[in-house]
């Protein structure tokens, strides 16, 4: 069994930044690659950016130049460092991540269970 638990959300007022952390757990072989996504009230959820174990990067345009993704292979954990945030980046925050368990040969897609940011104006 893996687990992943997203952390680091909170209320911040626009401008501001938070740094978001998804970890994953349990008995795995890979993960690769590692993503956020991210669902505002009344909307579909959406990507917000991937990050694979060689260091490849992809942001969604809308959060170019101020999200920065990253990840710690040895601890298996993910961040989002979120700047200059806006009011339209509230939602819930949901890691994401390709996951190979020990002994299988194959991945799984597996989520957290989410973060809320709220971004007042």
């Known amino acids: 069994q893996v687990q992943l638990v997203e952390s680091g959300g909170g209320l911040v007022q626009a401008g501001g930044s938070l740094r978001l952390s998804c970890a994953a757990s349990?008995?795995?072989?890979?993960?690769?690659?590692m993503g956020w996504y991210r669902q505002a009230p009344g909307k579909q959820r959406e990507w917000v950016a991937t990050?694979?174990?060689?260091?490849?990067?992809h942001y969604t345009d809308s959060v170019k130049g101020r999200f920065t993704i990253s990840r710690d292979n040895a601890k298996n954990t993910a961040y989002l460092q979120m700047d200059s945030l806006k009011p339209e980046d509230t939602a819930v925050y949901y890691c994401?991540?390709?996951?190979?368990?020990?002994?299988?040969?194959?991945?799984?897609?597996?989520w957290g269970k989410g973060t809320l940011v709220t971004v007042s104006s």
């Open positions: 994401n991540a390709l996951i190979r368990v020990v002994g299988k040969s194959f991945g799984m897609d597996s």
């Open positions: 349990g008995s795995i072989a890979a993960i690769d690659p």
């Open positions: 990050i694979t174990s060689e260091g490849y990067i």
